[in-house]
């Protein structure tokens, strides 16, 4: 069948391409270590899958509206301003399956063909792929290891050009984790305003943060009319499987969005939104409890990196992820994620697979027991001293 052009332009993510390969060594017999997805190992929290089970048994298995469920809608409103200070009309949230959706249907909405967007490099590889289909020009931004894997705000500034329409942050960032300053925050918002560029501020690690706070761009003075704000339950509340997420924007733009999902999905699922509304407003026991103990797993495995020969690994300040460097090592980081999988029993990424300014480094998920943290240190040891 003859594919139509743009569909050349689409990328991937490497990490189910890892997570594959992994599958099959598993079902030759070998014992491996996943260090490669960014998921939850943990389980929903009962009474969200309990909030789901009763809204089965009501009666919630009909469409909905393609904005979503009002009442969620109202209870994430309620949300933004809890977690945020923003505050915001139901009408400015658009409920989706998963938190891609607002990626996907944000750029398509705002960018055209030739529009230049700024994102950053190493960055989640959809950003890239989506700015590529849509025709859009994407304009890296180097994350630095010498920055803490931070945006640099005179580094923006010369990237921008009369042609760009859109800048792409992301904090906690996958895949460093590293954390946007307010000041950082402040410089951006500083360059959007005055060129009227949109940002779309990636924010689903807002609450796997390890010190400090959250601050959002999107709080900002004047920025609530420029930001597409993404968030979603995936991390916070271990519903990777469930599909449901959210974008915060303007009530124009929401409605394009919202529209978007009526040519694509229709809605989002019933009676998992009627679980997002139990989880708004339910205990958060359960994630203060998740993300104490990735705290507790960050700790294991930069130190267990920091052991090892040629790999120095930073502190990470959110999410859960490390991103060693490796060039001390002698290899590049496909070399190194090859033989750690085959090798080892360890699945991890090569910094590439988040864009050519993570040449160097690995990325690892720490979304794992830390029994088996520590023994896939002691496997990459044991196979780089060999």
């Known amino acids: 069948m003859r594919l139509a052009d743009r569909m050349s332009r689409l990328g991937t993510e490497t990490a189910f391409e890892v997570l594959a390969r992994a599958r099959q060594l598993e079902r030759e017999g070998r014992e491996i270590i996943h260090l490669e997805i960014g998921e939850p190992d943990f389980d929903t929290p009962a009474h969200i899958i309990q909030a789901a089970c009763e809204a089965l048994n009501a009666g919630w298995t009909h469409y909905g509206p393609s904005a979503g469920d009002p009442e969620l809608r109202e209870t ?6 809890k977690t945020r200070g923003l505050s915001v009309d139901p009408d400015e ?13 944000g750029i398509t909405a705002v960018v055209n063909p030739g529009d230049e967007v700024i994102y950053p490099n190493p960055g989640f590889p959809i950003y890239e792929s989506m700015i590529n289909f849509v025709g859009g020009v994407p304009v890296p931004i180097p994350l630095r290891e010498e920055h803490e894997f931070r945006l640099d705000a005179e580094e923006l500034r010369s990237l921008v050009t009369d042609k760009t329409r859109m800048i792409i942050i992301n904090s906690p960032h996958n895949p460093t984790g590293g954390v946007l300053t307010l000041e950082d925050l402040q410089a951006i918002a500083e360059v959007a305003l005055e060129r009227e560029i949109v940002v779309m501020s990636d924010e689903p690690y807002e609450t796997v943060l390890y010190e400090g706070t959250h601050h959002s761009i999107a709080s900002l003075p004047g920025m609530k009319d420029l930001t597409i704000l993404i968030d979603g339950f995936s991390k916070a509340f271990a519903m990777t499987g469930w599909r449901l997420g959210y974008g915060v924007m303007p009530k124009d733009l929401a409605a394009m969005v919202a529209r978007l999902q009526t040519n694509c999905t229709s809605c989002t699922a019933s009676f998992i939104q009627r679980a997002g509304i ?30 090892l020969p040629g790999v120095s690994c930073l502190r990470p300040h959110g999410a859960f992820y490390v991103f060693p460097n490796i060039t001390g090592t002698g290899m590049d980081g496909r070399t190194l994620a090859r033989r750690c999988l085959e090798e080892a029993g360890v699945a991890v990424l090569s910094g590439t697979a988040f864009g050519e300014y993570g040449e160097g480094y690995l990325r690892l998920s720490y979304a794992n027991s830390v029994e088996n943290i520590r023994k896939a240190i002691q496997r990459i040891g044991e196979m780089l001293a060999g």
Do not use: C
């Open 76 to 81: 994430i409103a309620q949300h933004m301003y």
């Open 93 to 105: 949230v658009v409920v989706v399956p998963g938190a891609k959706p607002i990626i996907y249907w």
């Open 278 to 307: 139990a989880a708004l407003t339910g205990p958060m026991e359960p994630t203060y409890a998740m993300v104490a103990e990735f705290k507790r797993r960050r700790d294991v495995i930069v130190d267990g990196l920091n052991s």
